[in-house]
Structure formats: C-alpha cells, structure tokens
C-alpha cells in the first residue's frame, strides 16, 4: 500500500506564500491542481468562488492568488495531479492512497495547514522549502502518526 506523510504547521501569512515556496520546487510545475474547497473572506471573496471545481496550472493558481487585496483565504483544499491523470473524489487517506492524487493542500481557519504527499522526497523538499524561504517549522508526520481523520475541510 501506498504510505502517506504529511506537514503539519500553523502559518499567520498569507497562502500566497505557501504557493510560492511550493513553486520553488519545480518538480510542481508540470502538473494540474484542482481547488475543490474555497472560501476567500473580503469585500470582494465570492468572486474567488468560481474557482471551485477548477483545474489550473500551479502558475496560474499563483496569479489568482498574487492579488487578493482586502481578501483573504479562510479555508482551501487543493490537490495536486499529473497532467493526464485522472482527478477523483478524496474524502479520506484510504481514497487518496487508491488515487491519481499526488499531493493535498489543506488551510483552515486561514492558518493551519496539512500537506500530504505520497512521495516522500518531494514532502521533504517542500519541508526544506518552508523552513529556508518562510522559516515555518513544518513538523513531518509518517503516516502512522498523522493525527487527521479525512481529507476535508
């Protein structure tokens, strides 16, 4: 069976900036990321709703993201697939082990965030990413430990 780990930390700036260091890895560059659950606060946030359900490019995402303004993201999940991979319904680990799926973003409460990944180097780099561009202690949880029971938010 496939081993999921994850990163686990709380984080006060922006999601903007959680994107950027995973666009820092380029391994991540040529891969599609569905935003299935958003919610942006802010006197212009629903706007943002339409994101919903979409596949984009991590470049693409960045843009959206680069110019919230007075928004701010409250909650979000986003996964991350190959090009042509097919995208599936991820509710829980067991669902995401079965999946194309490579990687889950999670934020809640525009502050605590969950990544978790089935390729452990690429955890790592992210990790590493984290801790030298934003000086987050992004704890890494094996799959044993990680504490989550499903994949929502």
Not at 100 to 105: A, F
Not at 126 to 149: G, H, K
Request: charged share 20%.
């Amino acid at each position: 069976m496939v081993s999921i780990n994850g990163l686990e930390f709380e984080y006060d700036g922006i999601f903007f900036d959680i994107l950027t260091t995973i666009n820092n890895n380029t391994m991540y560059n040529e891969r599609k990321w569905l935003v299935d659950c958003l919610w942006v606060e802010g006197p212009t946030g629903e706007a943002y709703q339409t994101m919903n359900a979409q596949t984009y490019p991590l470049c693409e995402l960045l843009k959206h993201f680069s110019c919230l303004g007075q928004n701010f993201v409250f909650f979000i999940r986003i996964r991350e697939y190959g090009i042509s991979d097919n995208i599936d319904h991820i509710s829980t680990f067991e669902d995401f082990q079965k999946s194309d799926c490579k990687m889950v973003l999670i934020m809640a409460d525009s502050k605590f965030y969950g990544i978790y990944a089935k390729d452990d180097i690429k955890q790592r780099s992210v990790q590493n990413s984290l801790i030298s561009l934003l000086s987050i202690d992004a704890e890494f949880v094996p799959m044993d430990s990680i504490t989550r029971t499903g994949l929502t938010v």
